[in-house]
């Protein structure tokens, strides 16, 4: 049975099961997996041949066996991952991986979902009601809250910057009530990640309620979304894969790198970012500085302290040349985000959400240094339709909005708003002690 240890290695390592309900290791850490599993080379051998879901199977079992019957872990990957993740061929090699099939439209589904029943698995023998936070910069609220809507015994609670998420992201994570509540703090969304992380370290507040998290600093987030780096690669296969991902808080390249580990052959990762630009000035200098994230159009990566770093410097024991073999960063202004979208568009009639785009541009930037005989592959994270206010100005035609999506522009929303204040973020919670079943 694999264990998990903390990234600051200051506590004991825990079973799965432990750092799913902890979230965050006491010592302010994030789980890490003690040993990355290494596929067989007969799943590779057949994994063009086999499902979606088969291949998710393979990969899950690998780093649960022994803490969810097979079984069951069967059952949780057939109802969770029931979307597919196409990678679509734009011109020759290459092609855009949409991630967002899912109910909310967004590569959040695939974690959300897989999270959430196995999350209810464990909690059928627990007698304490669960409280989740979540900060989110957009995608990530609303697919866990719908992922974990009206499941006993489990209680969302998702921290959002005020007036920094889209319109309709917005109505997706404020509109379900239930044992949904969406908290909307004056601050970015550091500010909210700062809340959550806070709150797991208060004493006080871990001594009364059971808190958790699913956001990507809990490991259970990012095992599924190794799922789709599989997949695309058993769909693409003749040719080494050069995969470029969006990225804000690090949480979906990390997923990928752990792929890597697992026996994945991906010839280089991309870590495409908007002017938050922290991991890609890291790659090129040595340093690492936070800063106050700033404002764009790809709003869900606007991130000023990217909390799966730590992740990445562990898989690499802190050494950046292992990291520049495996991963190279570019940043990218909404003036340049905004023209790709209209160059691909009138190149191909492909419309990209703004994420998609910085992904796009990534693996532009890294042809133009590194020649070779790739697939490549650039991540497409959500659907166009949830940034359609910066998108149809570009394209200048509008966009079809999905009907699920049409479904909650007309529900109320529902918030509480609140100042970016540790001491008024932990009265709220240790004063909605209660059960939403009451």
């Given at each position: 049975m694999i264990t998990f240890y903390s990234t600051n290695k200051k506590i004991k390592a825990v079973t799965f099961q432990e750092a799913l309900f902890r979230g965050m290791p006491e010592d302010n850490g994030l789980f890490m997996p003690s040993r990355i599993p290494i596929m067989d080379s007969n799943f590779f051998a057949k994994a063009?041949?086999?499902?979606?879901?088969?291949?998710?199977?393979?990969?899950?079992?690998?780093?649960?066996?022994?803490?969810?019957?097979?079984?069951?872990?069967?059952?949780?990957?057939?109802?969770?991952?029931?979307?597919?993740?196409?990678?679509?061929?734009?011109?020759?090699?290459?092609?855009?991986?949409?991630?967002?099939?899912?109910?909310?439209?967004?590569?959040?589904?695939?974690?959300?979902?897989?999270?959430?029943?196995?999350?209810?698995?464990?909690?059928?023998?627990?007698?304490?009601?669960?409280?989740?936070?979540?900060?989110?910069?957009?995608?990530?609220?609303?697919?866990?809250?719908?992922?974990?809507?009206?499941?006993?015994?489990?209680?969302?609670i998702i921290l959002y910057p005020s007036g920094k998420v889209s319109s309709i992201q917005e109505k997706q994570l404020t509109t379900h009530g239930n044992n949904i509540t969406a908290i909307e703090i004056d601050g970015t969304f550091d500010d909210c990640q700062k809340l959550v992380k806070e709150a797991f370290m208060d004493k006080e507040l871990t001594g009364k309620l059971l808190l958790t998290s699913a956001n990507s600093i809990n490991i259970a987030r990012l095992i599924p979304q190794s799922f789709y780096y599989f997949y695309a690669c058993s769909r693409v296969k003749d040719r080494p894969v050069v995969f470029s991902v969006p990225s804000g808080n690090f949480g979906n390249l990390t997923a990928g790198l752990i792929a890597k580990k697992m026996g994945l052959a991906v010839h280089k990762f991309i870590a495409s970012t908007n002017i938050n630009?922290?991991?890609?000035?890291?790659?090129?200098?040595?340093?690492?500085?936070?800063?106050?994230?700033?404002?764009?159009?790809?709003?869900?990566?606007?991130?000023?302290?990217?909390?799966?770093?730590?992740?990445?410097?562990?898989?690499?024991?802190?050494?950046?040349?292992?990291?520049?073999?495996?991963?190279?960063?570019?940043?990218?202004?909404?003036?340049?985000?905004?023209?790709?979208?209209?160059?691909?568009?009138?190149?191909?009639?492909?419309?990209?959400?703004?994420h998609g785009a910085t992904g796009y541009l990534g693996l532009k930037e890294y042809e133009k240094e590194h020649k070779g005989n790739f697939n490549r592959i650039f991540l497409e994270t959500a659907h166009p339709a949830k940034f359609m206010d910066i998108i149809e100005p570009v394209i200048k035609i509008p966009i079809e909005i999905p009907e699920r999506l049409k479904e909650v522009l007309n529900k109320e929303k529902k918030s509480v708003f609140m100042a970016n204040d540790m001491d008024t973020f932990k009265s709220y919670l240790l004063n909605c002690n209660v059960s939403y079943w009451d």
């Amino acid at each position: 049975m694999i264990t998990f240890y903390s990234t600051n290695k200051k506590i004991k390592a825990v079973t799965f099961q432990e750092a799913l309900f902890r979230g965050m290791p006491e010592d302010n850490g994030l789980f890490m997996p003690s040993r990355i599993p290494i596929m067989d080379s007969n799943f590779f051998a057949k994994a063009d041949k086999i499902s979606f879901q088969d291949i998710a199977f393979e990969v899950a079992r690998n780093f649960l066996a022994g803490e969810i019957p097979e079984a069951v872990l069967r059952e949780i990957i057939d109802d969770s991952i029931n979307f597919d993740a196409p990678s679509v061929k734009l011109e020759e090699n290459l092609y855009v991986m949409e991630l967002f099939h899912g109910p909310t439209l967004a590569f959040k589904d695939f974690g959300a979902r897989f999270m959430a029943r196995v999350m209810s698995y464990f909690a059928g023998n627990m007698n304490r009601e669960i409280y989740i936070l979540v900060a989110t910069s957009g995608d990530t609220g609303s697919a866990v809250a719908s992922g974990f809507l009206n499941i006993p015994g489990i209680r969302v609670i998702i921290l959002y910057p005020s007036g920094k998420v889209s319109s309709i992201q917005e109505k997706q994570l404020t509109t379900h009530g239930n044992n949904i509540t969406a908290i909307e703090i004056d601050g970015t969304f550091d500010d909210c990640q700062k809340l959550v992380k806070e709150a797991f370290m208060d004493k006080e507040l871990t001594g009364k309620l059971l808190l958790t998290s699913a956001n990507s600093i809990n490991i259970a987030r990012l095992i599924p979304q190794s799922f789709y780096y599989f997949y695309a690669c058993s769909r693409v296969k003749d040719r080494p894969v050069v995969f470029s991902v969006p990225s804000g808080n690090f949480g979906n390249l990390t997923a990928g790198l752990i792929a890597k580990k697992m026996g994945l052959a991906v010839h280089k990762f991309i870590a495409s970012t908007n002017i938050n630009d922290i991991v890609p000035h890291y790659l090129k200098t040595g340093q690492f500085i936070c800063k106050p994230s700033k404002k764009t159009v790809s709003n869900a990566m606007d991130v000023g302290n990217p909390s799966n770093f730590a992740r990445i410097l562990s898989l690499y024991n802190s050494d950046i040349n292992k990291i520049r073999e495996d991963v190279a960063g570019y940043s990218f202004t909404d003036e340049e985000t905004c023209k790709a979208i209209s160059e691909l568009y009138e190149k191909t009639g492909y419309i990209l959400d703004p994420h998609g785009a910085t992904g796009y541009l990534g693996l532009k930037e890294y042809e133009k240094e590194h020649k070779g005989n790739f697939n490549r592959i650039f991540l497409e994270t959500a659907h166009p339709a949830k940034f359609m206010d910066i998108i149809e100005p570009v394209i200048k035609i509008p966009i079809e909005i999905p009907e699920r999506l049409k479904e909650v522009l007309n529900k109320e929303k529902k918030s509480v708003f609140m100042a970016n204040d540790m001491d008024t973020f932990k009265s709220y919670l240790l004063n909605c002690n209660v059960s939403y079943w009451d």
